[in-house]
C-alpha cells in the first residue's frame, strides 16, 4: 500500500511559478512511476505530467510542455511538479498519483485508471 500527500500548493499570479511536492510512503517507492494530473471545476481530471521509475523517462501534456517539469527523489520518497508561466487555466485541483507497473520501455501511463494510488489533491489558484 502506498499512501501520498501533496503539497505546495496556493495562489500565485499568472505568470508566476510554484512547486507541488508529493510525499509517498512505501518501500517500493522507487519502482513506480509517479504522475500529476488536475482537475478544474465542471472538468474531467486530465494528465499532466509522468516520470518512470528509473527517472529517465518524463512524459508531459501538451498544455504544460516547457512550462512544468517534473522529478523525483526517491531517497526522499518525493515527486515534486515545478509550474513556471502559469496562466489561469492552469488553476486546478492537482494530483499526485503512483502506479506500481513496471514499464519496460519507452511507454509512459497518462491514463487516471493506470494509476494504482491517489493523493487527496492540493488547490492551485492563477490569478489573472
Known amino acids: 500500500q502506498v499512501q501520498l500527500v501533496e503539497s505546495g500548493g496556493g495562489l500565485v499570479q499568472a505568470g508566476g511559478s510554484l512547486r507541488l511536492s508529493c510525499a509517498a510512503s512505501?518501500?517500493?517507492?522507487?519502482?513506480?512511476?509517479l504522475g500529476w494530473f488536475r482537475q478544474a471545476p465542471g472538468k474531467e481530471r486530465e494528465f499532466v505530467a509522468a516520470?518512470?521509475?528509473?527517472?529517465?523517462?518524463?512524459y508531459y501534456a501538451d498544455s504544460v510542455q516547457g512550462r512544468f517539469t517534473i522529478s523525483r527523489d526517491n531517497t526522499k520518497n518525493t515527486v515534486y511538479l515545478q509550474m513556471a508561466s502559469l496562466k489561469p487555466e492552469d488553476a486546478a485541483v492537482y494530483y499526485c498519483?503512483?502506479?506500481?507497473?513496471?514499464?519496460?520501455?519507452?511507454?509512459?501511463?497518462?491514463?487516471?485508471?493506470?494509476?494504482?494510488?491517489w493523493g487527496q489533491g492540493t488547490q492551485v489558484t492563477v490569478s489573472s
Open positions: 516520470i518512470k521509475w528509473s527517472a529517465g523517462n518524463t
Open positions: 498519483a503512483a502506479d506500481r507497473t513496471r514499464y519496460i520501455g519507452t511507454y509512459t501511463p497518462t491514463r487516471r485508471d493506470e494509476y494504482d494510488y
Open positions: 512505501g518501500r517500493t517507492f522507487s519502482a513506480y512511476t
